[in-house]
């Protein structure tokens, strides 16, 4: 199970993500991220990772489902802090490059302005 936090800034929306991606989460999950990715005016999606409790190759499917949905649209999803074993498995998937990541707020800010407070 899992919750997800909005935040919407100028063209971005910051998604806080905690819990569980995994394979009976799949769908509610790809639906949800597909509805903020997918809105009118957004240009990016920032889906903050760093309260994932668990994360295994379904939930990574809907990660790599979303940005490719949103880059068809012009729209871009970046992963930020994700949590350690979230990396590792981005990583050991070898996709680790696939998504813009940032490992600080201070990261992201300086480089999507639009998230700046």
Known sequence: MFSLQAESHNKVT?????????????????????????????????????????????GLGVLVSASTKGRSQGRRL?????????????RKSEIEGFFPTFYSEEELKGYIPDTAE
């Open 78 to 90: 970046v992963l930020l802090t994700p949590a350690p074993h979230v990396t590792d498995l981005l």
């Open 14 to 58: 910051v998604l806080r993500l905690a819990g569980d991606m995994v394979l009976p989460d799949v769908p509610d999950l790809s639906r949800q991220l597909d509805a903020y990715i997918l809105a009118p005016g957004i240009r990016q999606v920032v889906l903050d990772l760093s309260e994932v409790n668990k994360l295994d190759a379904s």
